[in-house]
């Protein structure tokens, strides 16, 4: 219908079309009895569209022009020109993500990108939500079909007010932790498995321990800071604490324990282009973000627990 009332002729229309006069007049023919009403007028002067003809080349005037809208955005798209990509972290990766994320976007700033924090239960319930496109944690879960990729090695240690007893020592018989008060994550994160695993390993330690929950590691610095006990922790998030005298790394044998970070997406799922960047931008990247903690440790044995 464009080509011919652009055109003024159903030869002419043709022409443009790539195809003959009978197949474009069959074609009107057909929409005509579909709608119910003459779409052209014949005339000497040509082809004169009526009144609903009128309407059904206005409303295929819009459909073309948003045809070739999603064309220039699905172009956009492959040249990550335009984009949106949800990145979800667990609580713990938020101390280096939005730093990576906020370097991703200086390379990519066509592309908009969202950020989900939450614990792992929160996290691993938008990834099978489709709440997020792709993810920063620890462990991957099994239940999930996953394609996922390591990042980089995530130590846990055992931390202090600077002024406890055991921060000067060296090499720390975990028996010698007997009588603290741990301060510890909610049951199910990924902080609290790998300190579960630390007890498993020592027969008798979890009985001679105090125990206080609390939902986020900034309440557990603040807590250890304070004096109220030790804690078990990323290395991750204690880097300013560090940093700034704030806080103390015991060196327990046995500490760090050695995990790692994962990039995680649903293996159902196509990547956009966008979450394909994000993906190997972190996956090449993610060690200019990481804190460095490392002058900070005794050297005391690492362990990787199971699992």
């Known amino acids: 219908m464009l080509a011919i009332a652009r055109r003024g002729t159903v030869a002419h229309a043709a022409r443009d079309l790539y195809l003959t006069g009978p197949a474009v007049t069959l074609q009107i023919r057909q929409l005509e009895e579909e709608v119910g009403l003459p779409l052209f007028d014949r005339t000497s002067a040509g082809m004169l569209p009526t009144e609903a003809g009128r309407a059904l080349i206005e409303t295929a005037a819009k459909v073309e022009g948003l045809l070739s809208e999603c064309a220039d955005r699905l172009a956009a798209l492959k040249g990550l020109d335009a984009g949106h990509v949800s990145i979800g972290v667990v609580s713990t990766a938020k101390y280096f993500a939005p730093r990576a994320i906020a370097a991703f976007a200086q390379m990519h700033p066509g592309i908009e990108t969202s950020l989900l924090v939450g614990n792992r239960l929160e996290i691993l319930e938008a990834l099978r939500t489709h709440r997020a496109d792709i993810v920063l944690m620890g462990r991957p879960p099994a239940d999930i079909d996953l394609v996922h990729a390591l990042l980089g090695p995530h130590p846990l240690v055992v931390i202090a007010h600077p002024d406890h007893p055991l921060a000067a020592a060296k090499a720390i018989p975990r028996e010698s932790l007997h009588g603290q008060t741990?301060?510890?994550?909610?049951?199910?994160?990924?902080?609290?498995?790998?300190?579960?695993?630390?007890?498993?390993?020592?027969?008798?330690?979890?009985?001679?321990?105090r125990f206080s929950e609390m939902g986020s590691n900034e309440t557990i610095?603040?807590?250890?800071?304070?004096?109220?006990?030790?804690?078990?922790?990323?290395?991750?998030?204690?880097?300013?604490?560090?940093?700034?005298?704030?806080?103390?790394?015991?060196?327990?044998?046995?500490?760090?324990?050695?995990?790692?970070?994962?990039?995680?997406?649903?293996?159902?799922?196509?990547?956009?282009?966008?979450?394909?960047?994000?993906?190997?931008?972190?996956?090449?990247?993610?060690?200019?973000?990481?804190?460095?903690?490392?002058?900070?440790?005794?050297?005391?044995?690492?362990?990787?627990?199971?699992?």
């Open 182 to 209: 741990f301060l510890l994550r909610e049951t199910g994160s990924g902080t609290r498995t790998a300190f579960e695993g630390f007890l498993a390993e020592a027969l008798g330690l979890a009985a001679g321990l």
């Open 221 to 307: 610095k603040q807590a250890v800071m304070a004096g109220l006990g030790v804690a078990f922790l990323s290395g991750h998030t204690i880097g300013a604490e560090l940093e700034s005298g704030r806080l103390a790394v015991l060196d327990v044998v046995g500490t760090p324990v050695m995990r790692e970070w994962f990039v995680v997406r649903r293996a159902d799922r196509t990547p956009s282009p966008s979450t394909a960047a994000f993906e190997r931008f972190v996956t090449d990247r993610v060690a200019d973000f990481l804190p460095e903690i490392q002058r900070f440790l005794r050297g005391g044995t690492a362990t990787r627990p199971a699992g």
